[in-house]
């Protein structure tokens, strides 16, 4: 038993009631907690992923979660709800990547000015809820997290978000996003009914189902709904023009958390989930999968060549990196899956640095319309700079992690769907570039226009608000760390979090082993678990034996 | 020391010298100019004392060999095996390719200091080309596909970054993104052929395809020549093969040392030194359309470099040419067994060092010009710059042919083997080396001879000694690389039978003895293409040819239209589907659907509201007429 998951889980919720504890215009102050709830997590969040052992795969017993901690919740003859927490290789590096994408949304929030208070109370919250989505083993907890997390983006969107669009934008991710919410819902409740072991852990479901698998009727409509589901919370094509429409209305710091981290959390449940629990419904419904990870790469990489709106561009390209996951999900293999993954984890970093940057942008120069900008590279160097790197890790260039995930899922997926993989390559390798680069060259390169010829980064601009020099001895605090803050420590420090996503990305980049051995045991369980055709099944279909080497757990 | 260690130093030393610049020199011009031009020299000095240690030959070890990604588990099946490495494959190929890229860097690292010295932004400058060296030796060194892919992407954007170099100018940005998209294109058939050959062969590492190809000559089967072809796509790309050979001109936009290095001898070679490397690959069904490739390629630039006026230009078209003349040469490698690219390499190495010197006078030329790129403009530099004059001299008749210069024997070598390969290709060959000689003359001329045309051609003068120096320092191989042996050197390493060195008097005489009928044409296309040149630009003030050829003077102007046939393509494809796909998302997906439920909801709701009005009358009547329908149901 450890602790470290619950703590790094609790931090950010503590931070939160601390939040709604102080009065709202101790601004400062206010900041000061979100930011430090978030730095100790991130310290958590790395202790845990060095702590973490690779493990080995072995097919005659199911593998075992590190650093569990459970606590006996609701106890009945009907129902039993655990507390339960626990990682494995999938779950360790996506809690590492929202550990650093909740720090770095905090610290770009400075362009948050009024109601402050609500803005980072509903952050934190997001944060522990996505903690809390990744370490739950029991499934009720993770949909209670995953919803704890996801409510606030409505709010949010609505209270801060930018531009006109921005009541149609709330409409319409509330209505997606609930529609997803509540299919899969659907799905685990008829899980929890079929399975009939009175309980939602996904260690007592896995351990049940491999003895005794779900009847083919069952596997057939829960694992459509699980797929559904948590795809439409992912985008999965055509259930996917809600996400660039309600990033670009977002605030930075939700477009950040929710296309980083938030979406991942749909990812996960289905690898988590659907394909080890239900290997039927995998082999029936993957050939779909298939076709419609086509429709994210491609069609949705053609929709981002057309915006004019930075934010709309970078919306549909994120969308069409999901289409990634999904093959490397519908190729059923250990590459394509470990490359799946991968993915996850990098986009996670890349998505949220492309939304600071361009909330960046769109705090100095007021706007986002590429024809309207210009000459940026010039004018702003270090995100300038930035810029041109994240764009260019968003067409899959080579030292940068997305590109080990998207070479791995395409290397996987090979063997299995050579067509898909033709068109996922022009999509990753062309289409990517035509749109990245056509933003580089009007954003960045170019002569300066007019809105862009007299802006500059990282100008300190504000005096110490007066409501906040005369409160005693916080104001003294207050003031202290304002003064520290000053110069050059200010800027290094308003830097910070586009160079430490900077650094993530090109680190697992440079390294994919550091994730790859942490994935590859239990992605491996995945692969050989939702390859278990029922034996009936098997022999009717196939007399050989399955592909797979499965040693017999099953009856 | 360990000689494992030099190849890991000759990589990571440009590498270090582009993180350092970018993150702490930044301020300072000649401190990024110093470091990165010491990590280029001392990668140069590193890969001598390699050749040196090894004798050119192969070296193997543990370090040479470290695991990168491991996705291998067999209690799965076979089939989850996945191992890349990152390795490194030292042998005569990559040893000659690592002098070629160190020495010819360095050379041209100096030269920059001193055409770049003026520029705001230097080190940035410095740290892009650091990053090139870094990625370009990547491809050299890498011991499989995988690697030599991620490498190659790194050479594709450091080369992005560099003709972008001056982004605020529209037409470099535009060149910039042109030729990484062009690049791209290739990237993709690249990415497939490593994927299907990996697909058939179950790994990517040089070793293990060419031991499997050797067991089992059959084991790519049917789709052995897909495989090669689309391997060959990524080549086609970067080495700027037709159809795909549209960036290279525009990339001139970048500053001149950079078009010395990157696009006349590393990067562009890489697509060559790729089909090298993975020669085994190729079935003679590859090969062929590989040497047509290249055979078309050589003939459509040389026709174009004969109506281009910027001297960059004519450079350009001219390196694009000889890039069609070695991919034509990997062609031949096929047909005459047992031969392989050795040819192609060969003609790769003397040309890096002729090329880089002739784009380093030209960019000497332009210093001097002020800026000046129009050779019309130019004239009589002859006395006033002697140095660029001289050195700029010998490279035109090494890139024309001319015996002893180096660039005779390495042609001769692809002439000879065209000749005895395809009867076609060898007269492509005779055709293209007399064009070669033709507008090489007339560059030569208009610029370097007769009057000065224009204010700043009289006020030239020659560039300061950090220019001059790089550019002797290339004449010298530029002349005697023929006669080093280094076609030996390759024929071993293919294992051609080779009939062993004679000493530099033998090699001087050699291609009039081993196939004397190409060495004769050889000669023969540069006393026709020299003599031709004289007659028309002799004392000519402008271009006769114009008002001769008429319309396919404009077609050769102009390139063919190539550019306006791509754009149109991309136009009717990629441009109308997006436009589509954009209108879907905008009114279908969203509109219809999204907008679709709400307003149906808000019917509903609607709807609902006037039901509940608060109105007593209406609830009574609503109710009386409940009563009536239930009492019509129940009394029925």
Redesign the interface.
Same mark, same amino acid.
Request: net charge positive; glycine share 10%; charged share 10%.
């Given at each position: 038993m450890s602790l470290l998951l619950t703590t790094l889980i609790s931090v950010p919720l503590i931070a939160a009631l601390i939040v709604a504890l102080i009065p709202g215009n101790f601004r400062f102050i206010i900041r000061l907690v979100a930011l430090g709830a978030t730095l100790v997590s991130l310290g958590l969040a790395v202790a845990a992923f060095v702590q973490f052992q690779p493990q080995g795969?072995?097919?005659a017993k199911l593998a075992t979660f590190q650093m569990q901690h459970k606590v006996a919740w609701i106890t009945s003859d009907v129902i039993n709800i655990n507390y339960h927490v626990g990682v494995d290789g999938i779950s360790i590096g996506l809690l590492l990547m929202a550990a650093i994408v909740a720090f770095a949304a905090t610290s770009v929030s400075w362009e948050i000015k009024t109601g402050e208070k609500t803005f980072y109370l509903l952050l934190l919250l997001m944060t522990g809820g996505a903690f809390g989505a990744f370490c739950s083993l029991d499934l009720f907890f993770f949909y209670f997290f995953n919803e704890l997390a996801l409510v606030p983006t409505f709010i949010m969107i609505g209270v801060w978000g930018r531009g006109p669009q921005k009541n149609y934008a709330t409409?319409?991710i509330t209505?997606?996003l609930t529609l997803g919410a509540m299919l899969a819902l659907v799905g685990l409740i008829a899980l929890y009914v079929s399975a009939g072991v009175d309980s939602l852990d996904i260690v007592t479901l896995k351990e049940a189902l491999s003895k005794k698998a779900l009847s083919s009727g069952a596997q057939s409509v829960i694992f459509p709904l699980l797929l559904f589901g948590f795809g439409i919370l992912v985008g999965l094509f055509?259930f996917?023009?809600?996400a660039p429409?309600g990033y670009a209305a977002a605030p930075t710091a939700t477009a950040m958390m929710h296309a980083g981290v938030l979406k991942k959390a749909g990812l996960y449940a289905i690898i988590r989930v659907a394909l080890p629990l239900m290997p039927e419904g995998v082999a029936k419904w993957m050939p779909v999968l298939a076709v419609l990870c086509v429709g994210n790469i491609i069609?949705?990489g053609?929709?981002a060549?057309?915006?004019k709106d930075l934010n709309m561009l970078i919306g549909n390209s994120s969308v069409a990196h999901m289409g990634f996951v999904f093959l490397g999900i519908a190729s059923e293999?250990?590459?394509g899956l470990?490359g799946a993954v991968v993915i996850m984890v990098a986009h996670g970093l890349l998505a949220a640095l492309s939304y600071g940057l361009s909330g960046y942008v769109y705090n100095t120069t007021g706007t986002l319309k590429m024809d309207e900008l210009g000459?940026l590279?010039?004018k702003m160097p270090f995100i300038g700079v930035a810029m041109v790197m994240c764009f260019?890790a968003g067409?899959?260039?080579?030292?940068f992690a997305n590109?080990?995930g998207e070479?791995?899922v395409?290397?996987?997926a090979?063997?299995v769907l050579?067509n898909i993989?033709?068109f996922a390559?022009?999509g990753g390798?062309?289409?990517s570039?035509?749109y990245m680069?056509?933003a580089?060259?009007s954003v960045?390169?170019?002569?300066?226009q007019a809105r862009t010829e007299k802006v500059g980064e990282f100008v300190i601009k504000e005096p110490l608000p007066a409501s906040e020099g005369g409160l005693g001895f916080l104001g003294a605090i207050t003031a202290f760390f304002h003064s520290a803050l000053g110069g050059g420590v200010w800027q290094l420090w308003r830097k910070l979090p586009y160079a430490l996503l900077l650094a993530s990305l090109i680190l697992f980049g440079c390294f994919?082993?550091l994730l790859?051995?942490k994935i590859?045991g239990s992605i491996?369980e995945v692969?050989?678990l939702s390859h278990k055709v029922s034996p009936a099944k098997a022999t009717a279909v196939a007399p050989t034996p399955a592909?797979?080497?499965v040693a017999d757990t099953r009856n | 020391m360990n000689p494992e260690l030099l190849p890991w130093i000759i990589l990571l030393l440009p590498l270090t010298s582009a993180v350092v610049i970018t993150l702490f020199t930044r301020g300072s011009k000649g401190l990024s100019a110093g470091i990165s031009i010491g990590a280029i020299a001392t990668a140069f000095v590193a890969s001598i004392i390699l050749f040196a240690k090894t004798g050119g030959g192969s070296l193997l070890g543990p370090l040479l060999n470290l695991?990168?990604?491991?996705?291998q588990?067999l209690?799965?099946?076979d089939?989850?095996n996945?191992i890349i490495n990152f390795g490194f494959k030292i042998d005569a190929l990559s040893q000659l390719m690592l002098l070629i890229v160190t020495g010819v860097g360095t050379a041209i690292h100096v030269f920059s200091w001193g055409y770049m010295h003026e520029d705001r932004s230097v080190p940035r400058y410095f740290a892009s080309l650091s990053l090139f060296c870094f990625s370009m030796l990547g491809i050299v060194l890498a011991n499989n596909l995988?690697m030599m892919? &991620?490498?190659w992407?790194?050479v594709g954007?450091s080369s992005y970054l560099l003709i +972008?170099f001056w982004?605020?100018k529209?037409s470099a940005?535009?060149a910039?993104?042109k030729a990484?998209?062009t690049n791209? &294109?290739g990237?993709?058939g690249f990415?497939?052929g490593i994927?299907?050959v990996? +697909?058939l062969v179950g790994t990517m590492s040089f070793d293990g395809i060419a031991a499997a190809l050797a067991k089992n000559p059959a084991a790519l089967g049917t789709m052995g020549t897909v495989a090669g072809l689309l391997i060959f796509c990524g080549a086609m790309g970067k080495s700027a093969q037709f159809p795909l050979h549209v960036w290279l001109p525009d990339a001139m936009e970048g500053p001149t040392p950079v078009s010395a290095l990157i696009h006349a001898a590393t990067m562009v070679a890489a697509g060559v030194f790729l089909l090298c490397r993975v020669f085994v690959v190729f079935t003679p069904d590859a090969l062929t359309v590989i040497g047509w490739i290249g055979a078309i390629t050589a003939l459509i630039a040389a026709l174009m470099a004969v109506q281009q006026n910027d001297i960059k230009r004519i450079l350009a078209y001219s390196t694009l040419s000889q890039l069609g003349y070695m991919v034509m040469a990997v062609g031949t490698g096929g047909v005459v067994l047992g031969q392989g690219p050795s040819a192609a390499m060969y003609h790769l190495t003397t040309h890096a060092f002729f090329k880089a010197m002739l784009f380093l006078g030209a960019g000497s030329v332009i210093h001097a010009c002020h800026h000046e790129q129009d050779i019309w403009q130019m004239g009589g530099l002859k006395k006033k710059m002697p140095v660029t004059y001289w050195t700029f001299l010998i490279g035109t008749l090494a890139l024309a042919g001319v015996p002893p210069f180096s660039g005779f024997y390495s042609k001769d070598a692809i002439l000879a083997a065209a000749l005895e390969a395809n009867k076609g290709w060898f007269v492509i060959a005779a055709l293209v080396a007399l064009l070669t000689t033709f507008y090489m003359s007339r560059l030569f001329i208009v610029a370097f001879l007769g009057k000065p045309r224009s204010e700043s051609a009289e006020h030239a003068h020659e560039s300061p000694g950090i220019m001059s120096f790089p550019l002797i320092a290339l004449a010298i191989p530029s002349v005697l690389a023929g006669v080093f042996g280094i076609n030996h050197l390759l024929d071993h390493q293919f294992g051609v039978e080779g009939h062993g060195s004679h000493g530099p008097v033998a090699e001087l005489f050699a291609p009039f003895g081993h196939s004397p009928f190409a060495a004769i044409f050889g000669v023969l296309a540069v006393v026709f293409g020299v003599s031709f040149a004289f007659a028309l630009y002799g004392n000519a003030e402008k271009d006769p040819l114009p008002k001769t050829l008429g319309l396919f003077a404009r077609a050769m102007a102009r390139r063919f239209y190539f550019d306006e046939i791509w754009s149109f393509l991309i136009r009717i494809t990629?441009?109308a589907?997006?436009?589509?796909?954009?209108f879907i998302?905008r009114w279908l997906?969203?509109g219809l659907?999204?907008r679709g439920?709400?307003g149906s909801f808000e019917i509903a709701g609607r709807a609902l509201r006037l039901l509940q009005s608060g109105n007593i009358q209406t609830y009574a009547l609503l109710f009386v007429a409940g009563l009536v329908v239930v009492l019509l149901i129940v009394l029925k």
């Amino acid at each position: 038993m450890s602790l470290l998951l619950t703590t790094l889980i609790s931090v950010p919720l503590i931070a939160a009631l601390i939040v709604a504890l102080i009065p709202g215009n101790f601004r400062f102050i206010i900041r000061l907690v979100a930011l430090g709830a978030t730095l100790v997590s991130l310290g958590l969040a790395v202790a845990a992923f060095v702590q973490f052992q690779p493990q080995g795969f072995d097919p005659a017993k199911l593998a075992t979660f590190q650093m569990q901690h459970k606590v006996a919740w609701i106890t009945s003859d009907v129902i039993n709800i655990n507390y339960h927490v626990g990682v494995d290789g999938i779950s360790i590096g996506l809690l590492l990547m929202a550990a650093i994408v909740a720090f770095a949304a905090t610290s770009v929030s400075w362009e948050i000015k009024t109601g402050e208070k609500t803005f980072y109370l509903l952050l934190l919250l997001m944060t522990g809820g996505a903690f809390g989505a990744f370490c739950s083993l029991d499934l009720f907890f993770f949909y209670f997290f995953n919803e704890l997390a996801l409510v606030p983006t409505f709010i949010m969107i609505g209270v801060w978000g930018r531009g006109p669009q921005k009541n149609y934008a709330t409409y319409q991710i509330t209505l997606y996003l609930t529609l997803g919410a509540m299919l899969a819902l659907v799905g685990l409740i008829a899980l929890y009914v079929s399975a009939g072991v009175d309980s939602l852990d996904i260690v007592t479901l896995k351990e049940a189902l491999s003895k005794k698998a779900l009847s083919s009727g069952a596997q057939s409509v829960i694992f459509p709904l699980l797929l559904f589901g948590f795809g439409i919370l992912v985008g999965l094509f055509p259930f996917h023009s809600w996400a660039p429409l309600g990033y670009a209305a977002a605030p930075t710091a939700t477009a950040m958390m929710h296309a980083g981290v938030l979406k991942k959390a749909g990812l996960y449940a289905i690898i988590r989930v659907a394909l080890p629990l239900m290997p039927e419904g995998v082999a029936k419904w993957m050939p779909v999968l298939a076709v419609l990870c086509v429709g994210n790469i491609i069609y949705c990489g053609w929709v981002a060549m057309r915006q004019k709106d930075l934010n709309m561009l970078i919306g549909n390209s994120s969308v069409a990196h999901m289409g990634f996951v999904f093959l490397g999900i519908a190729s059923e293999s250990l590459i394509g899956l470990t490359g799946a993954v991968v993915i996850m984890v990098a986009h996670g970093l890349l998505a949220a640095l492309s939304y600071g940057l361009s909330g960046y942008v769109y705090n100095t120069t007021g706007t986002l319309k590429m024809d309207e900008l210009g000459g940026l590279l010039r004018k702003m160097p270090f995100i300038g700079v930035a810029m041109v790197m994240c764009f260019m890790a968003g067409c899959g260039l080579p030292g940068f992690a997305n590109f080990n995930g998207e070479m791995l899922v395409m290397v996987g997926a090979w063997k299995v769907l050579p067509n898909i993989v033709v068109f996922a390559a022009w999509g990753g390798l062309v289409i990517s570039g035509i749109y990245m680069l056509r933003a580089i060259r009007s954003v960045l390169h170019g002569p300066a226009q007019a809105r862009t010829e007299k802006v500059g980064e990282f100008v300190i601009k504000e005096p110490l608000p007066a409501s906040e020099g005369g409160l005693g001895f916080l104001g003294a605090i207050t003031a202290f760390f304002h003064s520290a803050l000053g110069g050059g420590v200010w800027q290094l420090w308003r830097k910070l979090p586009y160079a430490l996503l900077l650094a993530s990305l090109i680190l697992f980049g440079c390294f994919p082993s550091l994730l790859t051995s942490k994935i590859k045991g239990s992605i491996a369980e995945v692969v050989n678990l939702s390859h278990k055709v029922s034996p009936a099944k098997a022999t009717a279909v196939a007399p050989t034996p399955a592909p797979l080497n499965v040693a017999d757990t099953r009856n | 020391m360990n000689p494992e260690l030099l190849p890991w130093i000759i990589l990571l030393l440009p590498l270090t010298s582009a993180v350092v610049i970018t993150l702490f020199t930044r301020g300072s011009k000649g401190l990024s100019a110093g470091i990165s031009i010491g990590a280029i020299a001392t990668a140069f000095v590193a890969s001598i004392i390699l050749f040196a240690k090894t004798g050119g030959g192969s070296l193997l070890g543990p370090l040479l060999n470290l695991e990168w990604i491991n996705l291998q588990e067999l209690k799965l099946g076979d089939e989850h095996n996945f191992i890349i490495n990152f390795g490194f494959k030292i042998d005569a190929l990559s040893q000659l390719m690592l002098l070629i890229v160190t020495g010819v860097g360095t050379a041209i690292h100096v030269f920059s200091w001193g055409y770049m010295h003026e520029d705001r932004s230097v080190p940035r400058y410095f740290a892009s080309l650091s990053l090139f060296c870094f990625s370009m030796l990547g491809i050299v060194l890498a011991n499989n596909l995988m690697m030599m892919f &991620i490498f190659w992407e790194l050479v594709g954007v450091s080369s992005y970054l560099l003709i +972008g170099f001056w982004f605020e100018k529209p037409s470099a940005a535009d060149a910039a993104k042109k030729a990484f998209l062009t690049n791209r &294109i290739g990237d993709f058939g690249f990415m497939l052929g490593i994927l299907m050959v990996w +697909g058939l062969v179950g790994t990517m590492s040089f070793d293990g395809i060419a031991a499997a190809l050797a067991k089992n000559p059959a084991a790519l089967g049917t789709m052995g020549t897909v495989a090669g072809l689309l391997i060959f796509c990524g080549a086609m790309g970067k080495s700027a093969q037709f159809p795909l050979h549209v960036w290279l001109p525009d990339a001139m936009e970048g500053p001149t040392p950079v078009s010395a290095l990157i696009h006349a001898a590393t990067m562009v070679a890489a697509g060559v030194f790729l089909l090298c490397r993975v020669f085994v690959v190729f079935t003679p069904d590859a090969l062929t359309v590989i040497g047509w490739i290249g055979a078309i390629t050589a003939l459509i630039a040389a026709l174009m470099a004969v109506q281009q006026n910027d001297i960059k230009r004519i450079l350009a078209y001219s390196t694009l040419s000889q890039l069609g003349y070695m991919v034509m040469a990997v062609g031949t490698g096929g047909v005459v067994l047992g031969q392989g690219p050795s040819a192609a390499m060969y003609h790769l190495t003397t040309h890096a060092f002729f090329k880089a010197m002739l784009f380093l006078g030209a960019g000497s030329v332009i210093h001097a010009c002020h800026h000046e790129q129009d050779i019309w403009q130019m004239g009589g530099l002859k006395k006033k710059m002697p140095v660029t004059y001289w050195t700029f001299l010998i490279g035109t008749l090494a890139l024309a042919g001319v015996p002893p210069f180096s660039g005779f024997y390495s042609k001769d070598a692809i002439l000879a083997a065209a000749l005895e390969a395809n009867k076609g290709w060898f007269v492509i060959a005779a055709l293209v080396a007399l064009l070669t000689t033709f507008y090489m003359s007339r560059l030569f001329i208009v610029a370097f001879l007769g009057k000065p045309r224009s204010e700043s051609a009289e006020h030239a003068h020659e560039s300061p000694g950090i220019m001059s120096f790089p550019l002797i320092a290339l004449a010298i191989p530029s002349v005697l690389a023929g006669v080093f042996g280094i076609n030996h050197l390759l024929d071993h390493q293919f294992g051609v039978e080779g009939h062993g060195s004679h000493g530099p008097v033998a090699e001087l005489f050699a291609p009039f003895g081993h196939s004397p009928f190409a060495a004769i044409f050889g000669v023969l296309a540069v006393v026709f293409g020299v003599s031709f040149a004289f007659a028309l630009y002799g004392n000519a003030e402008k271009d006769p040819l114009p008002k001769t050829l008429g319309l396919f003077a404009r077609a050769m102007a102009r390139r063919f239209y190539f550019d306006e046939i791509w754009s149109f393509l991309i136009r009717i494809t990629h441009e109308a589907l997006s436009y589509v796909a954009d209108f879907i998302d905008r009114w279908l997906v969203s509109g219809l659907m999204v907008r679709g439920t709400h307003g149906s909801f808000e019917i509903a709701g609607r709807a609902l509201r006037l039901l509940q009005s608060g109105n007593i009358q209406t609830y009574a009547l609503l109710f009386v007429a409940g009563l009536v329908v239930v009492l019509l149901i129940v009394l029925k």
